[in-house]
């Protein structure tokens, strides 16, 4: 099976998870960005389920082997909160240095703002859930590059749509992922699972 056809495989594969562990709700919520949205992806919930943990941190993997040049990577940075648990055992899995990139700098310790060990010069690959407007990840990115380290690629499982991949690339970052929302979106009204609706507040979400 070539990598495209395999892909779609996998993103049928992250459309049961969404539906096996209700991650996809519907309402009116307010995103990390400072957004409005009428629906929300909650992946945090994803650890709870040790066994859709561990599909869900192979596609990861999967998508990182084929699509990422991974002999180029030193270390795997997760993005607090969403990102870390995933970030850690795909570090794990590819057998690459974690790091994990705090939100703000430590006021004791060694009050960094990178924790693990940086050297200047290592590529760091940044890794998040999803991705929505990038704040977080060019954040990141930003907290790297001042300790010396070089950012060149993020990877998620779900881009939202809504200006992310656009705002990594003006920051010099490829941003890699499995789907996007609106992928995902017709996968799952095609299974029956979201109203037609439901996918109509997803797409005029994505057209904002």
Request: with cysteine.
């Amino acid at each position: 099976m070539d990598w495209n056809s395999k892909k779609q495989e996998l993103k049928r594969e992250l459309c049961n998870v969404l539906v096996r562990i209700g991650a996809l709700k519907f309402g009116s919520f307010t995103l990390s960005s400072g957004k409005l949205s009428p629906y929300y992806i909650d992946l945090r919930v994803v650890p709870s389920f040790p066994d859709v943990f561990k599909k869900v941190a192979q596609l990861y993997v999967e998508i990182a082997k084929n699509d990422i040049t991974l002999e180029k990577i030193h270390r795997v940075a997760g993005i607090p909160t969403a990102g870390l648990p995933f970030a850690s055992v795909f570090a794990y899995s590819i057998s690459k240095p974690l790091l994990y990139v705090r939100k703000e700098v430590k006021l004791h310790g060694r009050e960094r703002k990178i924790e693990g060990i940086l050297q200047p010069g290592d590529n760091v690959l940044l890794l998040d859930d999803l991705i929505t407007t990038g704040g977080s990840l060019i954040n990141a990115a930003e907290a790297v590059r001042a300790e010396g380290g070089v950012v060149e690629n993020a990877l998620v499982l779900i881009d939202r749509e809504e200006s992310g991949r656009k705002n990594l690339r003006q920051s010099g970052i490829t941003l890699y992922y499995l789907a996007t929302i609106s992928e995902l979106s017709k996968m799952l009204y095609d299974m029956g699972t979201i109203s037609e609706e439901q996918l109509k507040a997803i797409m005029k979400q994505v057209e904002k």
